[in-house]
């Protein structure tokens, strides 16, 4: 599969305009390390111009690693086996390009609206990082 990542294919599916958007929310747990899920990133971004945003949320285990460590467990027995990673790993994804506040965040503080309800939950309830970067 390694050829659909390639910058020529990826030309097809994303003609190159001023600047892109690229949403990796909820998606690169399912990308653990055997799939090289760094240099995916790496080769997506490397097809980005500049002026270009990467927006990720992702799964983690910093809050409450016991409870992590089963889900991924349930999803490892159903055959989808899904990879929770720390703050720092996730944020090797944007390495190189401009993170834009406020930063790698747990999600419920990456610019929280206080109009909504979620008052009552905490990091380890929503277990996953949010950050948008910007290539330079």
């Known amino acids: 599969m390694p050829e659909v990542w390639n910058a020529t294919r990826i030309h097809r599916f994303l003609p190159i305009r001023p600047a892109h958007r690229l949403s990796l ?78 930063r790698l965040q747990p999600i419920l503080r990456w610019r929280p609206n206080p109009d909504e309800a979620h008052t009552t939950l905490t990091d380890a309830d929503a277990a996953c990082y949010a950050g948008v970067a910007r290539k330079l």
């Open 25 to 102: 929310n909820a998606l690169l747990h399912f990308v653990t390390d055997p799939h090289d899920a760094y240099g995916i990133v790496q080769k997506l971004k490397d097809t980005l111009p500049t002026g270009s945003h990467l927006i990720i949320s992702h799964t983690t285990p910093d809050s409450d690693p016991d409870a992590i460590a089963r889900v991924t467990g349930i999803y490892k027995e159903t055959g989808t086996p899904i990879q929770a990673r720390s703050r720092d790993q996730i944020a090797r994804f944007l390495t190189d390009w401009q993170l834009l506040d406020p």
